[in-house]
């Protein structure tokens, strides 16, 4: 079974600043693990993901993530933020564990990113 | 292409009434997967398929229900709605099957049941 853990529910930062949100996963076999970005009352666009050809993914408007299998992380970062970066993150695990994984996403609880002038 | 596709975008139904939600995927992608959205469980897999066969569920009670058909679009349906069953629905589609495929979110149908 995969699980995903987002730490910090909510994230405030200023414009241009570091955004660094946090992500550990669980998995039994290799994981494969995505970050998506949802806006108010839209659905969720990609980010990213990584599955297993670097360990650092770039994705766009400029947020990257580093797989750590070390660490079972996953944090997606951005070196400058900006005022349009602020919606709700959400990381998300699968796996290639047979019959109960087919299409399904397992999600963490999101990360509200807050950007401040 | 035209993206992921979802109607009705706001529905509101009453206990015990039923609904049915539809969803186009893009064209070509043959995998369709449905999630519910709420404040207090988060992003929950219902089920997925793929060539118009359910591969996976998820933990939700047989109230749930969906089909694909032979283009791809799939439905889903809630029977005797209960007041909890307000959520978004978020369809996604993706290319193929398989754990690395990206899923691709439609802008989801907003239930409220009274």
């Known amino acids: 079974a995969q699980s995903v853990t987002q730490l910090g529910s909510h994230v405030s930062v200023s414009e241009g600043a570091l955004v660094l949100l946090r992500c550990n996963y669980s998995?039994?076999?290799?994981?494969?693990l995505f970050w998506y970005v949802q806006y108010p009352n839209q659905g969720l666009q990609l980010l990213l993901k990584y599955t297993s050809a670097a360990t650092l993914v770039k994705g766009i408007n400029g947020f990257e993530a580093e797989f750590k299998k070390s660490e079972t992380s996953f944090h997606l970062t951005k070196p400058s933020a900006h005022m349009s970066d602020a919606a709700e993150y959400f990381c998300?695990?699968?796996?290639?564990?047979?019959?109960?994984?087919?299409?399904?996403?397992?999600f963490g609880q999101g990360t509200i990113l807050t950007v401040h002038p | 292409k035209a993206g992921v596709t979802q109607t009705p975008r706001y529905l509101i139904k009453t206990r015990g009434q039923q609904v049915t939600l539809s969803c186009s995927p893009i064209?070509?992608?043959?995998?369709v997967s449905w999630y519910q959205q709420t404040p207090g469980q988060g992003l929950q897999f219902l089920f997925e398929?793929?060539?118009?066969?359910?591969?996976n569920k998820g933990n939700f009670p047989g109230r749930f229900s969906g089909r694909q058909f032979s283009n791809s679009r799939s439905e889903m349906n809630v029977s005797t709605l209960e007041l909890g069953d307000s959520a978004l629905y978020l369809c996604?589609?993706?290319?193929?099957?398989?754990?690395?495929?990206?899923?691709?979110f439609g802008p989801g149908t907003r239930l409220l049941v009274l």
């Open positions: 998995s039994s076999v290799p994981p494969y």
């Open positions: 398929y793929f060539s118009e066969t359910q591969r």
């Open positions: 064209s070509g992608h043959r995998s």
């Open positions: 998300a695990v699968s796996a290639n564990a047979g019959g109960t994984s087919y299409g399904k996403l397992t």
């Open positions: 996604a589609s993706s290319q193929s099957q398989g754990p690395q495929e990206t899923q691709y």
